[in-house]
């Protein structure tokens, strides 16, 4: 059988879309939906330092008729930082990338990835991905519109359809018209039946069908993503993927940032001490700006998991009392009692 890629010659390929140093991927942060905000990956920016991270996804429609300066606000110690984008009208996702180009992000990345029902009513997410030739009009919307490097997120297959070669003609129609980067969560999305929650655990892991496609599409960056928690399984995996995504293992358990950070990039690290130091100041900051002390330490609570302590650490920065005194020396007092 013809793959849909091999029609097609290499100056078809857009201009802004050329191979792209699979290094920036290799450690990555998956979008969480009301998990990876902005003050959430500033915490994972000092874990490490080189990790490439994500925003939750935003939808078009939040960004051309709400509040941009509230979805799109970052701080500049998080870059890279990628834009994920819900949508499914190539237009309105012009529009939005447009924006993510203005405010200063690094990638604009498409969610294809997403089963819950609320996405599926506005026609965008995992179901996406009945429809190549849409999404690849999208990406080519996007990456006319702007110059930063369009990417996507998305699943080997859906329901009951866990064929090889659905994932690759998908991918191949995105190749085609220049994407280069591929974010794969190695499972199917199921779009009846499940929650959100079930379809991160019961559809089976499928690592050696999203390596198919670093064989099949060699100079794409290809991303693993899907049931990584621990560094020996994350460097395991590298062997035949340019990165790793890790998403719920890196808010349950943060640590693992430090570890992999440590690992691949034996560059200083941050002491605890000095770890703690800055999210303080950070805390003032954005607490100077009306920001809620609650909001800033939620990222927090998994930090020392496993450790002795972790339970008063968690307890301490989840005590209404504690945070109602609006004071960041709260965590300082915390981190004290891990010890």
Partial sequence: MTHPFDRFQPSQVTPNSGSPDSEGWRLCVAPMIDVTDRHCRYFHRLLAPEARLYTEMITTGALLHGDVPRHLDFSEQEHPVALQLGGSDPSEL????????????????????????????????ACLMAEPALVADCIKAMQDAQSLPVTVKHRLGLDEVDSYAFVRDFVGALYHVGCRVFVVHARNAILKGLSPKDNREIPPLRYDDAARLKVDFPDAVIVLNGGLTELQQCESELARFDGVMLGRAAWHNPEILRELSTAWWPTQQLTEHELITQLIEYCDSQMLKGVPLRILVRPLLGLFAGRKGSRQWRRMLSDSKLLDSSNPKLIEQAWRSVF
Avoid at 105 to 123: F, H, M, T
């Fill in 94 to 125: 012009a529009a939005a990338a447009q924006l993510g180009e203005q405010w200063g992000y690094d990638e604009i990345n498409l969610n294809c990835g997403c089963p819950s029902e609320r996405v599926q009513k506005g026609a965008f997410g």
